[in-house]
């Protein structure tokens, strides 16, 4: 199954806590702090697999979580970090913010990753908060929780050629010759309901990859038929094949068909109108067709737009059509200046959230801040030090003043992030 399009929700794995711990040897009666730090969380990175072709995995699979650091233990010893988790995507993904529509990266070519979800600092133990006043301290702090991204996956096909046309216009029947690939095929449209990608093996061992896409209809553009599913993934191609049923089967001209389709192509993406196109006039196995090819063949004579009289049923006129295109291809490769992107995207950091302090009830108060929800996220409430601490470090950074200035009392309910703590303005 084709899946090109996939949510995915990624979170960091999260810091491992501090320890308090103290040396406890033989002949070291009153041993000082030996508690060591948590390690930090591992990040989930999105990476470029070519070995893959769809999206299909993220059906069973949408929540990704790096593993998180382990806590710091006695005699110094630091956590061990969390492991990063590895997600990986077909080459010609997009990757987008679910919630704000926000482009992040583009990931084209094997190698490539995005840091999609960045691991939480582990916790310091209370080796690292003795000082010469205080040279036991029972004090350590907790380890940060890891981000949490929800993405939008989007595939586009990694393909050098796509062939387009109406629907029931012999596209499966050609890649089926030309190519290993096996779609299928029968004779009404919308056969093809998912594009399907095949590699042409030339001589000298040269190749380019061709992708049979879906077919269109009037108002393609706008989603109709199957729309934008099918035009995405002819963004990235550097050469359309435009396949006309020279037959006229459906009751249709050629020429109309052509001209409808390009119009299809530049609602959607004025790209799209430029991409060079060399014109397949199928069908012509049948009688009918020999009653519009000679207008067609003056045609495209005239908009100097290669065209190639071919039976994709027969075989007749093929080999001559993937001549054209593989030339085209190289005059192509040798003129274009590939501009690959970074080989590492980043998911930007959230912004720093200013200090926020509002009356949510009769003695309830909500602090909102990035600055002090960490602090709170931060402390070891399990010990007077790290209450001490954690009231002090409210003090100095003017959140309590903040609070009184609002007109919170002993005993009111303050929520700080998801913390709830009872107001005592003395420790």
Do not use: W
């Not at 320890?19 to 030996?34: H, L, M, Y």
């Not at 070995?51 to 979580?65: A, C, G, I, P, V």
């Not at 010893?77 to 990757?95: F, K, Q, Y």
């Not at 108002?219 to 035009?231: N, S, V």
């Amino acid at each position: 199954m084709f899946i090109d399009e996939a949510y995915i929700t990624v979170t960091g794995g999260r810091g491992g806590n501090g320890i308090v711990s103290f040396r406890r040897e033989k002949f070291e009666p009153r041993g000082g702090p030996d508690g060591g730090d948590g390690g930090d969380g591992g990040d989930v990175i999105i990476t470029v697999d070519p070995n893959l072709t769809t999206l299909l995995d993220f059906r069973y699979q949408s929540h990704f979580r790096a593993e998180s650091g382990e806590h710091g233990q006695g005699k110094n010893r630091h956590g061990r970090n969390g492991e990063d988790c590895i997600v990986p995507v077909p080459a010609g993904t997009l990757v987008y913010d679910a919630e704000t529509g926000a482009k992040i990266a583009d990931l084209t070519y094997a190698g490539q990753t995005l840091l999609a979800a960045r691991g939480g600092e582990g916790g310091r133990g209370n080796t690292a908060f003795t000082t010469a006043s205080h040279q036991a301290p029972r004090l350590a702090e907790n380890g940060l929780p890891g981000e949490t991204h929800q993405l939008r996956l989007e595939l586009r096909l990694m393909a050098d050629v796509g062939i387009v046309g109406l629907p029931n216009g012999g596209k499966s029947t050609l890649i089926a010759r030309i190519s290993a690939a096996q779609p299928k095929i029968a004779a009404y449209p919308f056969t093809t309901l998912q594009p399907n990608l095949g590699v042409v093996q030339l001589e000298e061992g040269r190749s380019f990859v061709v992708a049979d896409m879906p077919g269109l209809i009037e108002g393609a553009h706008e989603g109709k038929g199957l729309g934008h599913q099918f035009l995405r993934h002819i963004q990235r191609t550097r050469l359309l094949v435009h396949m006309l049923d020279a037959a006229a089967v459906e009751g249709r001209q050629p020429l109309d068909d052509y001209h409808q389709l390009n119009q299809e192509l530049e609602a959607y993406d004025s790209r799209l109108a430029t991409l060079p196109q060399i014109i397949a006039l199928n069908k012509i196995d049948l009688p009918t067709a020999q009653n519009h090819l000679p207008d067609c063949l003056s045609f495209f004579q005239q908009q100097q737009v290669p065209a190639f009289p071919i039976s994709a049923v027969t075989g007749e006129g093929v080999r001559e059509l993937v001549g054209a295109v593989s030339q085209k291809l190289e005059a192509l490769r040798e003129s274009e200046v590939v501009e690959e992107g970074p080989e590492r995207f980043e998911i930007a950091a959230a912004p720093e959230r200013k200090l926020q302090i509002f009356r949510a009830g009769e003695g309830v108060y909500v602090v909102r801040g990035t600055g002090v929800e960490t602090l709170v996220q931060r402390a070891n409430l399990q010990t007077d030090d790290g209450i001490r601490r954690l009231h002090e470090q409210l003090r100095t950074t003017g959140v309590l003043k903040r609070l009184e200035q609002a007109g919170v009392s002993a005993g009111d309910t303050v929520f700080v992030g998801e913390l709830e703590l009872e107001y005592a303005p003395d420790m």
